[in-house]
């Protein structure tokens, strides 16, 4: 699992009894694609300003729990916590590539 991953796996807060029922393999799976589509999101130039993107990836968050039957009262808790870490870590981080990009030296992870 990549930095931000475990990130977003400690946010679906794996020792609560309840999503602990999900089990371990469930609980990497949602938090490998949480951290995908928040990334993917958080390309968009200034996406911490703009309400609508920020909605838009909460939703995102929201439906990727239901969707791996995730606690439904456990739920704001773990998008409040994903998109806490999604503000202060992915903005740096998406500025960091743009700076890599505009000096060419900017490598894709394989995965």
């Known amino acids: 699992m ?3 991953e475990i990130a977003f796996y400690k946010a679906l807060n ?3 009894s309840e ?3 999900l089990g371990e393999d469930t609980l990497r ?3 490998r694609e949480i951290a995908d589509k928040v990334r993917e999101n958080a390309s968009i130039i200034d996406w911490t300003k703009k309400e609508s993107v920020r909605a838009r990836m909460m939703v995102m ?3 990727t729990l239901k969707q791996h039957e995730y606690p439904e009262g456990k739920q704001q808790r773990a998008v409040n ?3 806490k870490y999604a503000v202060n870590n992915l903005a740096d981080m998406r500025d960091i590539r743009e700076q890599k990009a505009e000096a060419g030296t900017l490598q894709e992870p394989d995965r």
């Open 81 to 83: 916590m994903v998109m």
């Open 29 to 31: 799976k949602i938090a």
């Open 19 to 21: 999503v602990k029922d």
């Open 61 to 63: 968050v929201r439906r």
């Open 14 to 16: 794996p020792n609560d």
């Open 2 to 4: 990549t930095h931000d």
